[in-house]
């Protein structure tokens, strides 16, 4: 049944979590246990393993967890079908972002189904398209340099910290119409929700993102401008405007899918070209291919994925899933599939343009795709323009964290 | 590409807003205008439209990818039967 999203109310979907709540309809050999984003050999080396994976696993496999057991699609055209079959396969109930029951909202426009999605994807698509994002262009080109004069000259900076978080949120924060004195605050924020060891700082970041959105909500309503804050809260799509709860539930997921991601895919990208200092003589040489590039990098650096739940029964590759069954598109192992994409884990900036599940496919598609690429492409050049040999610190040891958004925790440099 | 999109246009979808990435927004640009449209504007335009659902044809475009100006006003394309499977 479809949900009203201006009165949200809790899903109360049963979620099965341990190997005491397999459904009896999933076959026993197809149950594993392998730890998707915790397990010592994903933490270990977390793109080498989602690759690996369509050598030691069948291509859908139901996996059990403490965080909850769905079937895993690895293959990159089974992932196709499911996205593309909202009818089949929906997002209702299916992000797992707790939220508080006595002041529920939904995450808009993630958790809605098509056709109601449509309308709050219209409210800002022509911001993010590739024709709006193109006038932010020269915008993020200052924000890169800006980043770079405070430490290229220094011989060493630890990435994530020096350009990898902060350049993001400065775009971010430009697009929503927010102050650039948030930006240390947003990304701190952004760490805790995702990244912190402990339940406590993730509750206290999502209360203190909540009450700064909510007030930067109000202040937009009462004051409008040309930022993406201020559209949403002034929307009225077929003349009915939003209620407080939609324009709560977009603003905030907008925070949750647009920040961490970008830093992971970032911190991922660096590290690599660090390792590979051919591949960036490589990338300087070709500045001609950088959108070729940018997605290449893209398909073999992806960090996330995409989870959706059975609205029916349904057969897949003879697999038979029934209706309230969770799925993930693991979009990382599709994009090394290698039926789709040869020899999967080389990096080759000459593969003919394929879809990549990086940003997901169907209706849900990455609403920020077009930002995010614009993104990289001008933190690399600035990047390279000014510090165009660099290498990993001797001796650094990088870390994973577990979780649903993977990249590196820490990329000392130094050139 | 985007008009369709935004009103809801049966035929194109156009799911990656115009990222050239899903080749779901295929369309056959009717003969009379094949000339003024011209053929796919990049390598990468036309190795994403192999990989397009339905049949491809020396008219076939990826529809985000031709950019409307007063000179193309009354283009005429088909949509395939299918975008995806
Ligand atoms: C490299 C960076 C990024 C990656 C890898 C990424 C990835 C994704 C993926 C995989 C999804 C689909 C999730 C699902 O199917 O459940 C998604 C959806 C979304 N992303 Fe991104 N994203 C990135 C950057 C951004 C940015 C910068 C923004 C906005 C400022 C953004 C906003 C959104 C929104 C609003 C959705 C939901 C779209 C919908 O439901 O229609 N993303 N993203
Ligand atoms: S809209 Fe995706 S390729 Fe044209």
């Given at each position: ?19 005491d ?5 999933v ?34 496999f ?13 293959r990159?055209?089974?992932a ?14 299916a992000?797992?972002?707790p939220?508080d029951?006595?002041d529920y909202?939904?995450?808009i ?22 024709h ?9 080109r ?7 004069d405070?430490f ?25 119409g ?5 930006r ?20 206290r ?14 202040e ?16 009225a ?19 949750i ?14 590290l690599?070209?660090a ?12 500045p ?17 994925f ?13 697999v038979e ?29 000459d593969?003919?343009r ?19 690429r ?7 050049e ?11 610190r001797?001796?650094?040891h990088?870390?994973y ?15 | 590409m985007?008009g ?17 990435s899903c ?7 009717d003969?009379?205008?094949t000339a003024?449209?011209?053929g ?9 439209l ?7 044809r ?28």
């Open positions: 049944m479809a949900i009203d999203a201006a009165n949200p109310v809790p899903p109360n979907f049963t979620r099965c979590a341990g190997a709540q397999i459904p009896p309809h076959p026993p050999e197809l149950v594993r246990s392998v730890g998707l984003t915790t397990g010592a050999e994903f933490l270990a080396a977390p793109h080498a393993y989602k690759a690996g994976l369509h050598h030691t696993q069948p291509p859908i139901y996996d059990v967890s403490p965080h909850g057991n769905a079937w895993q699609l690895l990159h055209d089974d196709l079908f499911a996205l593309r079959h909202p009818e089949i396969f929906t997002n209702e109930g992000t797992p972002f939220r029951p006595d909202f939904y995450f426009p993630i958790e809605i189904d098509p056709p109601h999605h449509r309308k709050y994807r219209n409210i800002v698509d022509p911001l993010f398209s590739p709006g994002v193109m006038k932010l262009e020269a915008q993020i200052e924000r890169a340099k800006g980043l770079l405070d290229a000259g220094d011989g060493a900076c630890e990435f994530t910290t020096a350009y990898g978080r902060p350049l993001p949120v400065c775009v971010f924060l430009d697009i929503m927010l102050p650039q004195d948030m240390d605050t947003f990304v701190e924020w952004a760490v805790d929700l995702l990244h912190a060891p402990d339940r406590e700082t993730m509750a970041a999502m209360a203190s993102i909540t009450a700064y959105l909510k007030s930067a909500i109000a937009k309503t009462a004051h409008p401008d040309e930022g993406v804050v201020s559209r949403i809260a002034h929307a799509p077929d003349g009915v405007p939003l209620s407080e709860k939609e324009i709560f539930g977009f603003v905030c997921f907008l925070f899918a647009g920040l961490d991601t970008v830093f992971a895919t970032m911190n991922n990208i660096w690599w070209l390792q590979n200092p051919a591949r960036v003589e490589e990338i300087i040489a070709r001609g291919d950088i959108n070729a590039i940018v997605e290449e990098l893209l398909r073999a650096w992806s960090v996330t995409s989870g959706r739940m059975l609205a029916q029964d349904y057969t897949m590759r003879g899933m029934k209706a309230g069954d969770r799925i993930t598109c693991v979009l990382p192992a599709c994009n090394f599939d290698p039926e789709a994409f040869p020899n999967p884990t080389a990096i080759d900036f593969r003919p394929k879809t990549i599940l990086a940003f997901t496919v169907g209706a849900h598609s990455c609403m920020g795709a077009h930002l995010a614009l993104e990289i492409k001008v933190g690399l600035e990047w390279l323009k000014r510090i165009p040999r660099f290498a990993v001797p001796g650094a990088i870390e964290r577990p979780g649903g958004v993977v990249g590196p925790e820490f990329v000392p440099l130094m050139w | 985007r369709a999109l935004y009103n809801g246009v049966e035929g194109i979808i156009g799911e990656c807003g115009g990222g050239l080749a779901t927004c295929h369309c056959y640009v003969a009379a205008w003024r449209v011209g796919p504007s990049s390598p990468a335009e036309r190795e994403l192999d990989g397009a659902a339905a049949e491809v020396p008219e076939s475009r990826l529809s985000c990818q031709i950019a409307m100006t007063a000179h193309l006003d009354g283009l005429v394309v088909r949509l395939p039967e299918k975008q995806y499977d």
